[in-house]
């Protein structure tokens, strides 16, 4: 998946396994962007994978809730 794809699927992965709203689930997922928290992701798009987006939801969650 491209890199705004992984983003979006982190944003889902939010208001879904953690019943978080869009708009806090988009926040989170925009402060760890400006965080550079996804600067790895944006030079190597391999690791944009279903599986990590499930990793980064998670650390998202737990770090910018």
Known sequence: ???EEHLDEVTT???E???ATDQAAI???MR????DFF???DDDPSICT???AHQDA???FRQYR
């Open 17 to 19: 396994k953690y019943d």
């Open 58 to 60: 998670r650390a998202v």
């Open 32 to 35: 760890a962007q400006a965080d």
């Open 50 to 52: 279903l599986e990590r």
């Open 39 to 41: 600067s790895g992701h």
């Open 1 to 3: 998946m491209t890199y």
């Open 27 to 29: 926040a989170m997922v």
């Open 13 to 15: 992965l939010i208001t």
